[in-house]
Structures are given as structure tokens and as C-alpha cells.
T-cell receptor, first 113, second 113 residues
Framework: DGGITQSPKYLFRKEGQNVTLSCEQN?????MYWYRQDPGQGLRLIYY???????QKGDIAEGYSVSREKKESFPLTVTSAQKNPTAFYLC????????????FGDGTRLSIL | AQSVTQPDIHITVSEGASLELRCNYS??????LFWYVQSPGQGLQLLLK??????LVQGIKGFEAEFKRSQSSFNLRKPSVHWSDAAEYFC???????????FGKGTRLHILP
């Protein structure tokens, strides 16, 4: 079955360490998104990519980086510059076809040790 | 800039009672509108969407929503809730089909037995 796979489900980071969250989709979708979710804050857009080798900053991009070398993959790196990285991270993708919604992965919960 | 407001952070209803979750958006033209549901520790699942046409849209799990242009609203309804409907619900809006999707901050639904 097609879908979005996020890994790992739980991730722990030490102070000053960079960590990378994986997002893979086999839906052949063009656009991919990363959101951060905090209690009571809804989903806030970190980065998005509408095509391979291109991506744009969202509303809260500081302290994060992404790459889009392949259509199916959109990894997110949480750098040491992100001072409050503890959150639930969701990856989503969307096709280029009209009337199609975003599909979401099951998320990665990142915590600081 | 477009925005989405979900005025109720928490709503509690008894099992079998009717439900209405409110959503208001801010945008001059008719946007694309969505309702998603999220169970704890999971990604988001699309309940229904509105792009054009009939302003009353049917979704999965017995949910429906009505688009009211005059009120800039897209409220979600269900005639009789089940305990399994307890979750967090997000309203979302997109201006263009492949533009960013803006999410509300969510409404957490609690069900009383």
C-alpha cells in the first residue's frame, strides 16, 4: 500500500547535537511538507518542497534544514541552533492533481535528554 | 494573509449526542477547506474537503460539514457521536491547490459515556 513513512517514531537528542528525521513516500507525490506540532499550537509549517532540488521556508524554519534530492524523500535535520526542539514532527505529501488532500505520516516525537 | 480560527479548544459531549465543531477562515475568495482528525500519537487523517459545488459535504465516519460563504465558516457536524470519535480535530485552508495549507489550532473532543 502507498503511504508516508516517518522514522524513527521516537528520537532523543542531546544538547548541541544535530538529529535527522526521515520521511519517505511511495505515493509519487510532487510536494512534501514538514510540520511541528506543540500542544495547543496546531500544526506549524517548517519547510516545504514542491519539486525535487527545491524547497521553501515555512513559518518556523529557524534551526531546521532540509534536502530534497529524491522525489520520495524529504529528510528534516533539527540543528543545535533550534533551542526548543521537543515536539511532535509530522511529514506530509500531496500530489499535483486537483482535489487531492495532504497525506500524513504517523509522526516522530523528538525529546531532549 | 489567510488564517483559520477554531474557537473551541476543548469540547465535551455525551455519547450519542450531536456534535458541531466550529471553524472560521479569513480570506477574500473561496479557499479550499479541509477537516482532519488526529488520534493521540498519530498523523492526521482527512475527514472531508470542500473545493466547490454543493456547500454541504459528506465525509468519512459519518461526519459532514457545511460551507457558509456569508459567515466564512466551515463547521463540522455529526448527528450522533461514538466513544471512538474522541480525538483532536483540525480545520485547514489552502488558497491555491498546491499552496501551503494553513491549519487551525485544533479542537479536542472528549466523549462522556
Amino acid at each position: 500500500d502507498g503511504g508516508i513513512t516517518q522514522s524513527p517514531k521516537y528520537l532523543f537528542r542531546k544538547e548541541g547535537q544535530n538529529v535527522t528525521l526521515s520521511c519517505e513516500q511511495n505515493l509519487n507525490h510532487d510536494a512534501m511538507y514538514w510540520y511541528r506540532q506543540d500542544p495547543g499550537q496546531g500544526l506549524r509549517l517548517i519547510y516545504y518542497s514542491q519539486i525535487v532540488n527545491d524547497f521553501q521556508k515555512g513559518d518556523i524554519a529557524e534551526g531546521y534544514s532540509v534536502s530534497r534530492e529524491k522525489k520520495e524523500s524529504f529528510p528534516l535535520t533539527v540543528t543545535s541552533a533550534q533551542k526548543n526542539p521537543t515536539a511532535f514532527y509530522l511529514c506530509a505529501s500531496i500530489s499535483g492533481l486537483i482535489n487531492q488532500p495532504q497525506h500524513f505520516g504517523d509522526g516522530t516525537r523528538l525529546s531532549i535528554l | 494573509a489567510q488564517s483559520v480560527t477554531q474557537p473551541d479548544i476543548h469540547i465535551t459531549v455525551s455519547e450519542g449526542a450531536s456534535l458541531e465543531l466550529r471553524c472560521n477562515y479569513s480570506y477574500g475568495a473561496t479557499p479550499y477547506l479541509f477537516w482532519y482528525v488526529q488520534s493521540p500519537g498519530q498523523g492526521l487523517q482527512l475527514l472531508l474537503k470542500y473545493f466547490s459545488g454543493d456547500t454541504l459535504v459528506q465525509g468519512i465516519k459519518g461526519f459532514e460539514a457545511e460551507f457558509k460563504r456569508s459567515q466564512s465558516s466551515f463547521n463540522l457536524r455529526k448527528p450522533s457521536v461514538h466513544w471512538s470519535d474522541a480525538a483532536e480535530y483540525f480545520c485547514a485552508v489552502a488558497v491555491n491547490r498546491d499552496d501551503k495549507i494553513i491549519f487551525g489550532k485544533g479542537t479536542r473532543l472528549h466523549i462522556l459515556p
